[in-house]
């Protein structure tokens, strides 16, 4: 069992940087992929981008690749999201995602999920 709670989200413009927190909360962190999706209003979740368990393997949307980069500290028991160039098309809820798994692949099912994180870029 893990808990997660996002942080990092706010009101920026156009062209900026934030930086999305994970925090997770029990025990074998570094056994878990950890992802981010996100929800637009009126949208459906959609993959943002994961991680492996030692951070040497990621997958990113072609909408976000280039842009953001999704990292992990697993003494911290952290993943984070540095997004870049921020675009307005990029609002959106941002939620984290955790799955027990040795397996990476770019498709996964999550079986934890937090809270969510408002991301609102202005243009």
């Known amino acids: 069992q893990v808990q997660l709670v996002e942080s990092g989200g706010g009101l920026v413009q156009a062209g900026g940087s934030l930086r999305l927190s994970c925090a997770a909360s029990?025990?074998?962190?570094?056994?878990?992929?950890m992802a981010w999706f996100r929800q637009a209003p009126g949208k459906g979740r959609e993959f943002v981008a994961n991680?492996?368990?030692?951070?040497?393997?990621?997958y990113y949307a072609d909408s976000v690749k280039g842009r953001f980069t999704i990292s992990r500290d697993n003494g911290k028991n952290t993943v984070y999201l540095q997004m870049n160039s921020l675009k307005p098309e990029d609002t959106a809820v941002y939620y984290c995602?955790?799955?027990?798994?040795?397996?990476?692949?770019?498709?996964?099912?999550?079986?934890?999920w937090g809270q969510g994180t408002q991301v609102t870029v202005s243009s």
């Open positions: 029990g025990r074998s962190f570094n056994i878990y992929v």
């Open positions: 995602a955790a799955e027990p798994s040795a397996i990476h692949r770019m498709t996964m099912t999550y079986d934890y």
């Open positions: 991680i492996n368990w030692s951070g040497s393997s990621t």
